[in-house]
């Protein structure tokens, strides 16, 4: 079961909850990339997985999103990582067990960056696409943050994502002081192939087995 869900909080939170058929004792927030919004369809189709195994799943736009249907967002991220706050908070009050957050490429840049500056605030990470380096520019690393994060993380990544390449991402997951995976899928740019609207359920498949094994597993 899919429903709409807002909060008047501050900032709001907008977007949609993902219910398993029986009472979920995991939640998951997930966000959308600089470009995008919470009807991506990578996000779609993973929490619809997700609730198929029993996870609740709150797809929801960041607070730039939610100001203007279009264009990137602007400034440091601070808005943007406070509506994430939100949304676990908001999450929280029917998820009695573990939390989990992430987001394809800005967003996930962003949840990295919230986790790593309030330590105890979800249970684990799910990074879709991290954007490492703008295209083209490898030396502008995003990387400064790492170092902070003590939260369990696994990273998704295209082989042919111009953002990092598996051997990036694997340099840079060696900096996180935590217990992380990275799954690399083959033939997938930053979209991780959603975008050509090819049939990418092998790829949900694989991410939602990486989740379980890395955070639900015993």
């Known amino acids: 079961m899919v429903e709409a869900f807002v909060r008047d909080t501050v900032p709001g939170v907008r977007g949609f909850l993902h219910c398993p058929?029986?009472?979920?004792?995991?939640?998951?927030?997930?966000?959308?990339?600089?470009?995008?919004?919470?009807?991506?369809?990578?996000?779609v189709a993973l929490a619809e997985?997700?609730?198929?195994?029993g996870v609740a799943v709150l797809r929801c736009d960041l607070p730039f999103r939610q100001l203007r249907p279009h264009g990137p967002p602007h400034g440091s991220g601070a808005d943007d990582r406070a509506?994430?706050?939100?949304?676990?908070?908001?999450?929280?009050?029917?998820?009695?067990?573990?939390?989990f957050v992430g987001g394809q490429s800005y967003g996930g840049r962003q949840a990295t960056m919230l986790v790593a500056e309030e330590k105890n605030l979800a249970d684990g990470l799910l990074i879709l696409s991290y954007p490492l380096h703008p295209p083209g520019k490898p030396a502008q690393l995003r990387t400064q943050h790492l170092p902070?994060?003590?939260?369990?993380?696994?990273f998704v990544q295209g082989d042919k994502d111009p953002f990092a390449s598996p051997a990036e991402m694997e340099a840079a997951v060696k900096l996180i002081p935590a217990e992380t995976s990275l799954l690399i899928i083959e033939n997938a740019g930053h979209d991780l192939g959603f975008r050509r609207g090819a049939d990418r359920q092998d790829t949900v498949s694989k991410i939602v087995s990486a989740f379980r094994e890395r955070f639900l597993a015993g």
Do not use: D, W, Y
């Open 21 to 43: 058929a029986q009472p979920a004792e995991t939640g998951l927030v997930l966000t959308h990339g600089a470009g995008g919004n919470c009807n991506m369809p990578v996000l």
């Open 49 to 53: 997985a997700f609730a198929e195994q």
């Open 83 to 99: 509506g994430l706050r939100q949304a676990i908070a908001a999450l929280r009050e029917t998820i009695s067990g573990k939390i």
């Open 148 to 154: 902070q994060i003590k939260t369990p993380t696994l």
